[in-house]
């Protein structure tokens, strides 16, 4: 069975920075494309970044050139840094995971496992 675990989120004011973090356990992480997502109230989820098992990263627009994901296979974990964030980022943060290679940013219905969420508040 494959878990994941989130951890780092909290509250930051507009500019600051945040770094998530994602322990994947049950299975080898190197084994599967990973991902973040975030939700806002009343929507869907929706990517934020995938890394795939090749390294390849994947970006939304609306994060490009402040959020960095990576991954350290011989951890097992996954890193989001997050930085100049805006109020907009607020969201409930997930991460994911899909078997195989993913080199595109992952949608949520694509997913074959979930973490339970992490919140980032950003103020003004």
């Known amino acids: 069975q494959v878990r994941l675990v989130e951890s780092g989120g909290g509250s930051v004011q507009a500019g600051g920075s945040l770094s998530l973090s994602c322990v994947v356990s049950g299975y080898p992480s190197s084994w599967y494309s990973m991902a973040w997502f975030r939700q806002f109230p009343g929507k869907e989820r929706e990517g934020v970044a995938t890394v795939s098992t090749d390294g390849s990263v994947r970006y939304a627009d609306s994060v490009k050139g402040r959020f960095t994901i990576s991954r350290d296979n011989a951890k097992n974990t996954l890193y989001l840094q997050m930085n100049s964030l805006k109020p907009e980022d607020t969201a409930m943060y997930y991460c994911?995971?899909?078997?195989?290679?993913?080199?595109?940013?992952?949608?949520?219905?694509?997913?074959?496992?979930w973490g339970q969420g992490t919140q980032v508040t950003v103020s003004t």
């Open positions: 994911a995971a899909k078997i195989g290679r993913v080199n595109w940013l992952l949608r949520h219905y694509e997913a074959d496992y």
